[in-house]
T-cell receptor, first 112, second 115 residues
Framework: DAKTTQPPSMDCAEGRAANLPCNHSTISGNEYVYWYRQIHSQGPQYIIH???NNETNEMASLIITEDRKSSTLILPHATLRDTAVYYC?????????????FGTGTSLTVIP | GAVVSQHPSWVICKSGTSVKIECRSLDFQATTMFWYRQFPKQSLMLMAT?????????EQGVEKDKFLINHASLTLSTLTVTSAHPEDSSFYICSARDQTLYEQYFGPGTRLTVT
């Protein structure tokens, strides 16, 4: 079962940073936070994941609070192509191959 | 690298017929594959976990006799929807676990419409 809570929708102006929050208050010490996104009628696309430290890659940054009960995905300069549903998922281990259980996600609309 | 394909990308079938969906890992070997179903405006729901050479493990509420899963090789898993009905119309997505890196990669999905 999904263990995360996300706002159902958000808007962001093109070129601005999009900050997508996620609550995972029951996260365990060995659970990682993953972010995926799904553009309409496509398979989910991996964005980033982390355990406790903040992470950054070419797509986004992941900020995890010190108590690990929440996190924020940051898209630094949102474009129209970033319009998608963003899923925050917690999963045991980064390399266990365990199943992903998706929550309801946040529908992000980037506005021109 | 790490590409997962699905075939067909969309299919229309008549009620009562069966339809097979293929999921292939193109550039890695996958001992484990997962099948998801997604209804319009809803999230992905995990249906089953498919392990190469053994029986699939189904999530609670998923009919194993209706959704037949075969994982006969390290690069191919198939999902057969038997005796399809209009309520089986959905978007079916697979993911594959790289047996070396252990990460999962998702396919592009298959749109099934049952008339």
């Amino acid at each position: 079962d999904a263990k995360t809570t996300q706002p159902p929708s958000m808007d962001c102006a093109e070129g601005r940073a999009a900050n997508l929050p996620c609550n995972h208050s029951t996260i365990s010490g060995n659970e990682y936070v993953y972010w995926y996104r799904q553009i309409h009628s496509q398979g989910p696309q991996y964005i980033i994941h982390g355990l406790k430290n903040n992470e950054t890659n070419e797509m986004a940054s992941l900020i995890i609070t010190e108590d690990r009960k929440s996190s924020t995905l940051i898209l630094p300069h949102a474009t129209l192509r970033d319009t998608a549903v963003y899923y925050c998922i917690v999963r045991v281990g980064w390399n266990t191959g365990n199943q992903f259980y998706f929550g309801t996600g946040t529908s992000l609309t980037v506005i021109p | 690298g790490a590409v997962v394909s699905q075939h067909p990308s969309w299919v229309i079938c008549k009620s009562g017929t069966s339809v097979k969906i293929e999921c292939r890992s193109l550039d890695f070997q996958a001992t484990t594959m997962f099948w998801y179903r997604q209804f319009p405006k809803q999230s992905l729901m995990l249906m089953a976990t498919s392990n190469e050479g053994s029986k699939a493990t189904y999530e609670q509420g998923v009919e194993k006799d209706k959704f037949l899963i075969n994982h006969a090789s390290l690069t191919l898993s198939t999902l057969t929807v038997t005796s399809a009905h209009p309520e089986d119309s959905s978007f079916y997505i697979c993911s594959a676990r790289d047996q070396t890196l252990y990460e999962q990669y998702f396919g592009p999905g298959t749109r099934l419409t049952v008339t």
